[in-house]
Nanobody
Framework: VQLVQSGAELRNPGASVKVSCKAS????????LDWVRQAPGQGLEWMGR????????KLAQKFQDRVTFTADTSTSTAYVELRGLRSEDTAVYYC??????????WGKGTLVTVSS
């Protein structure tokens, strides 16, 4: 199993960013995918969960207005888009395959830096 994420991004405040997570080694639609982030010096923060099989999403309340999860099942790639970026969105963003409620395989993370 591998989850390969896109490279680091630098954005201005107010912009949007889209991070990808390409899955391989398992049936993409058979497992939920979690998105988690970690700001500098902070712990892990769960953003939400995506079901690649039907496209359904469960988002943490603080992200409901600014975050969208999508996927391209033809390429087994999931995406997270974050809009209206603020400096406090600077973090490493991870995708993780959800197995029985926990992330069993993780991507290596994508650093998103929000700075003017």
């Amino acid at each position: 199993v591998q989850l390969v994420q896109s490279g680091a991004e630098l954005r201005n405040p107010g912009a949007s960013v889209k991070v990808s997570c390409k899955a391989s080694g398992y049936t993409f639609t058979s497992f939920y995918l979690d998105w988690v982030r970690q700001a500098p010096g902070q712990g892990l923060e769960w953003m939400g969960r995506f079901d690649p099989e039907d496209g359904s999403t469960k988002l943490a309340q603080k992200f409901q207005d600014r975050v969208t999860f999508t996927a391209d099942t033809s390429t087994s790639t999931a995406y997270v888009e974050l809009r209206g970026l603020r400096s406090e969105d600077t973090a490493v963003y991870y995708c993780a395959r959800n197995y029985r409620g926990r992330g069993d395989y993780w991507g290596k993370g994508t650093l998103v830096t929000v700075s003017s």
